[in-house]
Nanobody, 120 residues
Framework: VQLQASGGGLVQTGESLTLSCAASGSLYAVDDLGWYRQAPGKQREAVASMDFRGITKYLDSVKGRFTVSRDDAKNTVTLRMSSLKPADTAVYYC???????????????WGQGTQVTVSS
């Protein structure tokens, strides 16, 4: 199982950016798909996720600005970020709670991370 993230970059305050992540491999079942971020000197935090029922969770500081969505036919998860702030600057990681074919349990798999930098 592999998760490949893309879409990071450098933007100015107030601008928008979209991150995408595609899961591939022997995917028997996919539960949560979502995004985490880690800023320099800080712990990794959960930003947004959507489970297989379509229920979403958001970090309080991004509510109303970020939108997470998924396409189960393509096993992708997208994070649309608007009204970006310098405080959103971090490396963003996609993650998926996935049960690979032949496995008995779900495991969290991680993408490689993509840098988002918001200048003031």
């Amino acid at each position: 199982v592999q998760l490949q993230a893309s879409g990071g970059g450098l933007v100015q305050t107030g601008e928008s950016l979209t991150l995408s992540c595609a899961a591939s491999g022997s995917l028997y079942a996919v539960d949560d798909l979502g995004w985490y971020r880690q800023a320099p000197g800080k712990q990794r935090e959960a930003v947004a996720s959507m489970d297989f029922r379509g229920i979403t969770k958001y970090l309080d500081s991004v509510k109303g600005r970020f939108t997470v969505s998924r396409d189960d036919a393509k096993n992708t998860v997208t994070l649309r970020m608007s009204s970006l702030k310098p405080a959103d600057t971090a490396v963003y990681y996609c993650a998926g709670k996935i049960k690979p074919t032949g496995w008995n349990a779900y495991t969290t798999f991680w993408g490689q991370g993509t840098q988002v930098t918001v200048s003031s």
